[in-house]
């Protein structure tokens, strides 16, 4: 519950500055006629609750239980790659004015983000155990 908790934080609060900073003004500037003011936080919410607790059953765990951090890394930046690639290359072959830069840039930071926060929280476990 640790792990999860302390995996769930940093990658919540790494993805809003993202989100924010970056996110918000590309697809704003491809698609912003069909995004909402605001996003809606329940739908949000459970993406990120069932996608980290997807991570550390799948990556997280196995690879604290090894020591094996690097490995985390890995295999949360191929997660992280397949789950926003997935969404990324979907939009793209159905959505007008959706963009390359779009796909890239999401595909690209949801491997970055998963496999940063699938190491981070096997690092902090494994300072924290001794």
């Known amino acids: 519950m640790i792990l999860y908790a302390i995996t769930a934080v940093l990658f ?5 500055v993202m989100l924010t900073l970056v ?12 995004m909402r ?13 069932a996608y ?6 799948l990556v997280s765990t ?21 789950a926003y690639g997935t969404y990324e290359f979907t939009s793209m072959s159905i959505m007008k004015n959706w963009s ?7 595909t690209t930071w949801g491997a970055v983000l998963t496999g940063f926060c699938a190491w981070a929280g096997v ?8």
């Open 12 to 16: 919540l609060v790494i993805d809003a």
């Open 23 to 34: 996110m918000k003004p590309l697809f704003t500037r491809h698609i912003g006629d069909v």
């Open 37 to 49: 003011d605001s996003p809606m936080m329940a739908p949000a919410g459970l993406f990120y609750l």
């Open 52 to 57: 980290v607790a997807g991570l550390v059953f």
């Open 62 to 82: 196995p690879a604290l239980r090894d020591l094996a951090p690097g490995r985390a890394a890995l295999h949360g930046a191929i997660i992280g790659g397949m």
């Open 100 to 106: 390359w830069a779009m796909v890239a840039t999401d």
């Open 123 to 130: 690092m902090i476990m494994m300072r924290i155990s001794g």
